[in-house]
């Protein structure tokens, strides 16, 4: 199991950036899968961005070339670099991890099985 906190949410104008963190309890070195999945009101949960253990990423074509996943190991870590910002990109986003398994990474909801509570990301026109 994973425990996972998210920070770095906040409220930005269209056009900006905010740079999303989400610590992990255990060795991001060794977990198989970590992403990005997002909820906006009304709406299902679904997945921005994904990085494999070795790092291997993955995105939705809504946020290509916009946004960015990464992690540091040194401090398992998980960050997404969001920029250019819109208003669509409204929404909760959630840390999610797998530890186990294929060490591929889909952009579904069922290749993870630890989440976090979520950060709220608001992005005005």
């Known amino acids: 199991q994973v425990q996972l906190v998210e920070s770095g949410g906040g409220s930005v104008q269209a056009g900006g950036s905010l740079r999303l963190s989400c610590a992990s309890s255990?060795?991001?070195?060794?977990?198989?899968?970590m992403g990005w999945f997002r909820q906006a009101p009304g709406k299902e949960r679904e997945a921005v961005a994904t990085?494999?253990?070795?790092?291997?990423?993955g995105y939705v074509d809504s946020v290509k070339g916009r946004f960015t996943i990464s992690k540091d190991n040194a401090k398992n870590t998980l960050y997404l670099q969001m920029n250019s910002l819109k208003p669509e990109d409204t929404a909760m986003y959630y840390c999610a991890a797998r530890l186990y398994g294929l060490v591929t990474c889909g952009l579904r909801e069922a290749d993870f099985t630890d989440w976090g509570q979520g950060t709220q990301v608001t992005v005005s026109s």
């Open positions: 990085i494999a253990r070795f790092g291997t990423t």
């Open positions: 255990r060795d991001t070195r060794m977990t198989n899968c």
